[in-house]
C-alpha cells in the first residue's frame, strides 16, 4: 500500500505558476499510475493529467492542455505537476491517485490512492 501526500499548492495571480508535489511512501511510485484530479467549491471532481507507470505516457485535459505539465521523478519517488499560465479557473483542491495500473487514466474509479487534497487558489 502507498500513501500520498500532496504539497505545493497556494495563492497565485492569474498568469503565475505552481508547482504541486505527489510524494509517496510505503511503496516506490515507481509502482504506480498516477493522476491529478481537482474539485472546486460546488463542483465534481475532474480530471487534470495522468502520468503512465514508466512516464513514458501522459495525458491532459482539455482545459490544461498546454498549461500543465505532469513530470515523475521515481529516484524521489515523487510526482509533479508543474502549472503556468494560471487562470481564476484553475481555483480548486488538487489530489493525486495512484494505483497500480500501467498506462494513464482519465477515470477517477481506476484509481485507489488518494492523497489529502492541496488547494490552488488563482486570483484575478
Known amino acids: 500500500q502507498v500513501q500520498l501526500v500532496e504539497s505545493g499548492g497556494g495563492l497565485v495571480q492569474a498568469g503565475g505558476s505552481l508547482r504541486l508535489s505527489c510524494a509517496a511512501s510505503g511503496r516506490t511510485v515507481s509502482t504506480y499510475r498516477v493522476g491529478w484530479f481537482r474539485q472546486a467549491p460546488g463542483k465534481e471532481r475532474e480530471f487534470v493529467a495522468a502520468i503512465s507507470r514508466s512516464g513514458r505516457n501522459t495525458y491532459y485535459a482539455d482545459s490544461v492542455k498546454g498549461r500543465f505539465t505532469i513530470s515523475r521523478d521515481n529516484a524521489k519517488n515523487t510526482v509533479y505537476l508543474q502549472m503556468n499560465s494560471l487562470k481564476p479557473e484553475d481555483t480548486a483542491v488538487y489530489y493525486c491517485?495512484?494505483?497500480?495500473?500501467?498506462?494513464?487514466?482519465?477515470?477517477?474509479?481506476?484509481?485507489?490512492?488518494w492523497g489529502q487534497g492541496t488547494q490552488v487558489t488563482v486570483s484575478s
Open positions: 491517485a495512484g494505483d497500480l495500473g500501467v498506462s494513464y487514466s482519465d477515470y477517477d474509479g481506476d484509481y485507489d490512492y
